[in-house]
Nanobody, 121 residues
């Protein structure tokens, strides 16, 4: 069994910063990719940022130069540093990871439970 535990969400004023964390726990052989998605009320879930095991990153245009994804493949942990937050960033943020797990040792995708980020004055 694999479980993703997210933390770091909350209420912040426009222009502020937050750092989200997500750790994957369980019987894990390796991680292939980690990322963050978000879903605002009434909207579809969208990609925020992803990072491969080779540290290749990808960002949504809306968050480029404001958000930074980083991670530790050995600790199966991924972070999202969010700076210069705007009200439009308000959403539930979900961690997403692709892991190789025993006993079959094939790639499998997992989602976190989501953490609320609210940007408001």
């Amino acid at each position: 069994q694999v479980q993703l535990v997210e933390s770091g969400g909350g209420l912040v004023q426009p222009g502020g910063s937050l750092r989200l964390s997500c750790v994957a726990r369980g019987n894990i052989f390796s991680s292939k990719a980690m990322g963050w998605y978000r879903q605002a009320p009434g909207k579809q879930r969208e990609l925020v940022a992803t990072m491969t095991s080779g540290n290749i990153t990808n960002y949504a245009d809306a968050v480029k130069r404001r958000f930074t994804i980083s991670g530790d493949n050995v600790k199966n942990t991924v972070y999202l540093q969010m700076n210069s937050l705007e009200p439009e960033d308000t959403a539930v943020y979900y961690c997403n990871v692709v892991l190789v797990v025993p006993p079959q040792y094939y790639e499998k995708q997992y989602w976190g439970q989501g953490t609320q980020v609210t940007v408001s004055s």
